[in-house]
């Protein structure tokens, strides 16, 4: 049994910008008087109509005593003005409601909408009847208000507990922060006003480009989210082999953090360079307290900052790579870096990848996948990395490094690169990026089955 919450414009449907504006300008002519005070509202998305109008007034008080007699004219000049030719559905709507309806799953209404605006929108495009019930932003100031009504609902239908959380779907930032409030599940959809990149920096349960993506995925979206104690995945190999790119698209498609480890090495690595630190251990320690080394998750992904620099490119570059290992080998070092590493990490819903993460940063890691490839498809890889920085760099260059390295970080004294004895081994010389992820994707799965069969026998 699944539950979903589903928004209905920008989700379900779009109605004309200049029709909805008109709508409210006609109702707050007749209730207000005058024009309606746009430059006091930032943005509709997201909002509930209390909300909205609150913000229009200035007053929250005054909103919601109007409310009754401003949504009883809003919804009748909605019914009037709103109609099809005003009204086109999201991609793939159709065969998601279908595709719901075939699984047996419950589909709830959770809009910001006032409720007779609602219900005439989904009848206008002809989608009323696939929902059960719903919830509606004529008397709730926070989305999360609606929420809960929605939790409450559920829990008098269905006595006994679903077997997964219930899922909000929509298109805001604020539909994904409800869910987090409340605890459940959410699926975010970049068919509103918001880009996939912006939404998934907000860290939904799982991001969509569409709802015909929702359909196609909707067993992935249960059995990778079901980790409600959020999985650590450990990903470890040697450079070239493809785990960081891997490792990132992966907690993308799992909506979980990616900590990419060898960017801290990297930028500790930069800040002796730039400041003539020697590159010992002690001075490299000394350093380590001196400096701030930041991950910061942005719509355009991971970013590492240096002192409050972004430094993603530049601790890329050879003088990085060339200085990296040696900087990394260090006792101190490390020693801090892994203390770091399991704050980052200790709740878990992170991918982690680096050289030693499934064995000294995360050995009791969920998931530890080890990628390698062989030497002259990783040279060949990390050349077109550089291409852009360094168009002159040579494949054999290249290979005559990463062999250095390798040999470097597989006999250092201290966390050497090395298989974990449970890690699910990749070799990615003949595979894409997207085969390397569904592998590990197909091993969560898997694992996860396992992990959740072990809580409910315990």
């Given at each position: ?9 920008g989700t379900l449907?779009?109605?004309d910008?200049?029709v909805t ?8 002519a ?8 746009w430059?006091?509202l930032?943005?509709?998305a ?8 609150a913000q229009l ?10 409310a ?7 919804a ?10 005003a009204i ?5 709507v159709g ?5 719901m ?11 910001g909408n ?5 219900w ?5 495009a002809?989608?009323?009847e696939?929902f ?12 999360s208000e ?5 939790l409450?609902w ?23 922060a ?10 975010a959809?970049?068919?509103g ?17 569409h709802?015909?993506?929702?359909a196609?995925?909707l ?5 990778q ?11 470890d190999?040697?450079?070239?082999s ?10 993308e498609?799992l909506?979980y ?5 060898g960017?801290?090495?990297?930028a500790?690595t ?35 900052f240096l002192?409050g ?9 050879p003088d990085?790579?060339?200085h990296?290992s ?8 490390r ?6 590493q399991?704050q980052l990490?200790?709740?878990g ?12 940063v995360f050995?009791?890691a969920?998931i530890?996948?080890f ?6 498809t ?6 077109a990395e ?10 054999e ?5 990463l062999d250095?390295r390798?040999r470097?970080?597989?006999?250092r ?31 969560v ?6 992990l ?5 026998e315990?």
């Amino acid at each position: 049994m699944l539950l979903l919450l589903v928004d209905i414009d920008g989700t379900l449907l779009r109605v004309d910008r200049t029709v909805t504006r008109r709508v409210w300008s006609d109702a707050w002519a007749a209730v207000l008087g005058g024009q309606v005070p746009w430059n006091r509202l930032d943005s509709m998305a997201g909002k509930t109509d209390l909300q909205i109008l609150a913000q229009l007034l200035g007053d929250r008080s005054a909103a919601q005593a109007i409310a009754p007699a401003f949504f009883d004219t809003l919804a009748q000049v909605a019914v009037e003005s709103i109609q099809s030719d005003a009204i086109s559905l999201c991609p793939h709507v159709g065969d998601f409601l279908h595709a719901m309806e075939q699984s047996g799953t419950t589909l709830v209404i959770l809009t910001g909408n006032e409720r007779r605006c609602g219900w005439h929108k989904l009848r206008i495009a002809g989608v009323e009847e696939y929902f059960v019930e719903g919830f509606f932003g004529c008397a709730a100031l926070k989305r999360s208000e609606l929420v809960r009504q929605a939790l409450h609902w559920a829990r008098s239908r269905f006595p006994a507990p679903l077997p997964v959380p219930p899922i909000v779907v929509g298109d805001t930032p604020n539909d994904i922060a409800c869910a987090r409030a409340h605890q459940i599940w959410s699926a975010a959809v970049a068919t509103g006003p918001f880009s996939f990149d912006t939404l998934q920096a907000h860290q939904p349960t799982a991001c969509f480009r569409h709802l015909g993506e929702v359909a196609l995925s909707l067993q992935r979206i249960v059995s990778q989210a079901s980790m409600s104690r959020k999985l650590i995945i450990a990903i470890d190999g040697p450079a070239g082999s493809g785990k960081t790119t891997t490792a990132r698209l992966l907690a993308e498609r799992l909506g979980y953090t990616y900590i990419d480890t060898g960017a801290m090495y990297r930028a500790l690595t930069l800040a002796a360079l730039e400041q003539g630190i020697p590159l010992t251990d002690d001075a490299l320690a000394d350093l380590l307290d001196r400096i701030s080394i930041e991950l910061r998750h942005t719509p355009s992904g991971q970013r590492t900052f240096l002192n409050g620099r972004d430094v993603s490119e530049r601790i890329r570059e050879p003088d990085v790579t060339a200085h990296v290992s040696m900087v990394s080998s260090f006792p101190s070092v490390r020693r801090v870096m892994v203390r770091v590493q399991q704050q980052l990490g200790r709740h878990g819903g992170v991918v982690m990848d680096g050289r030693d993460i499934g064995t000294a940063v995360f050995p009791d890691a969920d998931i530890k996948v080890f990628m390698t490839a062989d030497l002259d498809t990783r040279a060949r890889r990390r050349q077109a990395e550089l291409h852009q920085s360094n168009p002159t760099v040579t494949a054999e260059e290249i290979k005559r490094q990463l062999d250095q390295r390798d040999r470097f970080d597989s006999t250092r004294e201290h966390n050497p690169l090395r298989k974990a004895s449970d890690a699910l081994v990749i070799d990615t010389t003949n595979l894409t990026i997207e085969e390397q992820v569904e592998r590990i994707l197909d091993y969560v799965r898997q694992r996860t089955a396992v992990l959740n069969s072990s809580s409910l026998e315990q």
